[in-house]
């Protein structure tokens, strides 16, 4: 059966970046790219999602940008993980450890 890419729930995209930004410091594209790769193509996101959700972390205080040359020396906004962005990506992903073990119970019932 072929993989078919799927939409984000409603709060994990913030998670994801979170993590992605966890790794390092990135842009943009290259956050889009990361999840999708490491999801080995399940999760897309798409720029449309992903911008406003770096807007809406930036306000909140997890991330911070500052303005670079990446690989291909063009100027691109690097968005990086704050303290308290570790912080909240710690207690997203208990939450979702917690949300998704109950989920599998429930699927596993018959």
């Not at 799927?6 to 290259?30: F, R």
């Not at 997890?62 to 710690?90: M, P």
Request: a neutral charge; zero cysteines.
């Amino acid at each position: 059966m072929a993989k078919s890419k799927s939409d984000l729930l409603q709060g994990t995209l913030d998670m994801l970046v979170l993590k992605t930004l966890a790794l390092e410091p990135m842009h943009g594209w290259g956050i889009s790219q990361r999840i999708q790769q490491i999801s080995e193509g399940v999760l897309s996101v798409n720029q449309g999602s992903l911008y406003p959700a770096l807007y809406r972390l930036e306000e909140q205080g997890w991330i911070t940008s500052e303005w670079s040359s990446s690989e291909n020396n063009r100027q691109a906004k690097y968005y990086k993980l704050t303290r308290a962005g570790r912080k909240q990506l710690d207690e997203e992903a208990e939450n979702w450890a917690r949300l998704s073990t109950a989920i599998n119970q429930i699927l596993k019932t018959s």
